[in-house]
């Protein structure tokens, strides 16, 4: 369940249950939701350099196993280009190291900042599994997110 309507149906910190019975099986699983957290380098509509690129960083989002950073190539002609997500469990990001990869022109680029709990965390970025529901297939977990779009000049 992704709630992009009415976000009071889903609600940080707070936990949610899955149970699910058919026949003589039962499946359970729950998920605590990250609190919401957002960016606080760089700023919404910040124009960056690639020379001086700033060390990102976010408020500590409660509750949060993990950080899933998303960088997005924002283009008139393709503006689903996903680049490869950094996954960080601190609230700070060196970009200098990863620049040449994921701002490889100059440009628009959304960057999307997922707080992941356990579960997620476990389905997205830990080892390879199948679920994270125990016998069941598909995982049951939460995110909170954040994002920001940049100007990035290649110089």
């Known amino acids: 369940y992704h709630d ?6 889903v609600k940080p910190l707070h936990t949610y249950h899955l149970l699910v019975a058919l026949e003589n099986d039962t499946v359970k699983a729950s998920t605590t939701v990250p609190d919401t957290f957002r960016f606080l380098l760089p700023l919404n509509g910040d124009t960056l350099h ?3 690129m700033p060390r990102f960083t976010w ?17 008139a002609f ?5 680049i490869l997500p950094l996954v960080v469990t601190d609230t700070f990001l ?15 680029y959304r960057i999307k900042n997922f707080a992941l709990d356990n579960n997620r965390y476990r ?4 080892p390879p599994r199948v679920d994270t529901l125990g016998d069941g297939i598909g995982h049951f977990g939460s ?11 290649k110089d």
Do not use: H, P
């Open 143 to 153: 995110q909170t997110s954040d994002t920001i779009q940049v100007y990035i000049i």
């Open 123 to 126: 389905y997205l970025a830990g």
């Open 50 to 52: 690639t020379s001086s």
């Open 78 to 82: 393709d503006t689903t280009r996903f």
């Open 4 to 9: 992009n309507i009415d976000r009071r149906w």
């Open 94 to 108: 060196d970009m200098n190291l990863y620049k040449d990869a994921y701002f490889d022109t100059t440009g628009f």
């Open 59 to 75: 408020t500590k989002s409660q509750g949060a196993r993990a950080y899933y950073l998303c960088v997005f190539k924002d283009d």
